[in-house]
């Protein structure tokens, strides 16, 4: 069981002081995740007014700490490859805050670099592994097949065409923020109910439109003490929350297919911080499916189960609705290497700081950012805000 | 291009060899918690309900429920090109566990699918020393 009073001791314990995507996202095929994992950890570092040579915490997941050290020319005396799935970044904020907060570490650099469009050399996956043995032989493989399984269930529990209906909404708001953001992929291709509904399928329930982008990316963090923030270039963003965790591996062995773990981190993270879902200035969550966003708003406690569908109506979420969500244009219309977690952070600090552009949320002080790795198989939330 | 002898086959564990054995026969064997009465899929070195309890092998019938499904256009790897659209599932043995695999002798359209509906074993031998199990409706 955590322990809240000593974990609200260690609300605002670090702040994030550093945060950059790679110099092109997108389709960058002439580089490799290595170098991608670096040139967004140069630029985050260049974001705090900090150098190389100031980090002696590293965080990392899809690679070992050991390669992506030896590639950056860092030899880190704190080291955490916590590798689940895309949430895994904001897992890591949790751990920097942490190991900063013990003494372990002052400058906590987490760095992310895939190229889910362009990979020369991906990794194929032990055939010994449960996944492997039980349901890639019947091609249930990857996110689209194993999501649609669990969005197929919630349908069934909750109605197909409410469901549907929510699914669109969330789609063509995300592509409403995504058209705000000069950095997204969508950022000149607009998207109507009409686009979402042909859209080919993918996995029944998914549509094209349901699924998030494969992209190239990197993007790094820069976390440190409140008293060394300071001093950096920007004023820091406070780590005031977080939650972690995970109940199953492959789909098959989900406890619920309508209920993530995020029942478990939100409230974890919201009573860590003192603070309640109408406190929140933004929400960013994980969007690797429209049906993501969909379960993890109900698991998260913005609203009760089988109730997403009744909360996302009207494009509530998009740029004109009052429940700002997603506002870079998430991972189905911004950018999706294939672990997006640390790009809803890096959106969330930059709005915290009010470098949102077009599309910054006014008055953003408080915001929740949620990710969900592997197949619905870890969450991790965390709430930031300005100290 | 025939690329069925490139899909990914399952590595049996030791754990796993009764199960995986018993498929090529046409059977279906399951692992039972002695001490709690539930039953586990997929096979495991102990009880996952009470980690002192032993475990035993019990044959069922495969009599099961269909749990979720979903109809799989983009094939989501090279070796079921062929083979789009397909049915992928999760079904509810009549004991309880869960076990993902595919819905054959349907045609793939979510309106020939009903969650809850009765479904039977269908044992489909690869041809490469692994038999997979399938359900079709009942």
Known sequence: MANFKRLKNLSGKASIVGVDESNEIGKVPDKSPLALHAEAAINALDDAGMELSDVDGLFTAGWSTLDVAEYIGLQPKYTDSTSVGGSSFVIHVAHALAAIAAGYCEVALITHGQSGRSDRAPVPKDPGIPMVQYEYPYGIIGPPASYSLACSRY???????????????????????????????????????????????????????????????????????????????????????????????????????????????????????????????????YDSFTYTVLVSLENLGF????????????????????????????????????????????????????????????????????????????????????? | MDNNQEKPMPVPQPESDKYWNGLKKGEIWIQKCKSSGQFQFYPRSHSMYNVDGEIEWVKVSGDATLYTFAIVHLAPHYSFSNDVPFINALIKLKEGPIIPTNIVDVKPDPKNLKIGMKL????????????????KPA
């Open chain 1, 155 to 285: 349908m069934y529990e909750y109605g197909e065409d409410k469901t549907r209906q929510a699914m669109s909404e969330i789609a063509v708001s995300t592509r409403k923020w995504a058209n705000l953001n000069p950095k997204a992929y969508f950022y000149e291709k607009t998207m109507n109910f009409d686009d979402y509904h042909n859209s080919k399928w993918i996995s029944w329930p998914f549509h094209l439109l349901d699924c998030c982008l494969v992209t190239d990316a990197g993007a790094a963090i820069v976390i440190t003490t409140p008293e060394r923030a300071k001093n950096c270039r920007k004023s820091g963003v406070s780590i005031l929350g977080a939650g972690e965790g995970h109940d199953h591996s492959m789909i098959s062995q989900m406890p619920d297919l309508t209920q993530a773990f995020g029942k478990v981190t939100g409230p974890q993270a919201l009573k860590m911080a003192g603070i309640h879902h109408k406190d929140l200035d933004l929400t960013m969550i």
């Open chain 1, 303 to 387: 609203c009760k189960p089988g109730e997403g569908a009744d909360f996302v109506a009207n494009q509530r979420t998009s740029p004109s609705g009052e429940f700002p969500l997603n506002t870079n244009g998430g991972g189905l219309s911004y950018t999706h290497p294939g672990m997006y977690g640390i790009f809803a952070l890096v959106e969330a600090v930059r709005q915290l700081r009010g470098e949102g552009g077009e599309r910054q949320v006014p008055q953003c002080n408080l915001v929740l950012a949620h990710g969900t790795g592997g197949l619905l198989s870890s969450t991790s939330t965390v709430i930031l805000g300005n100290a």
């Open chain 2, 120 to 135: 039977k074993p269908v044992f489909v031998d690869t041809g490469q020393g692994i038999t997979l199990l399938k359900f």
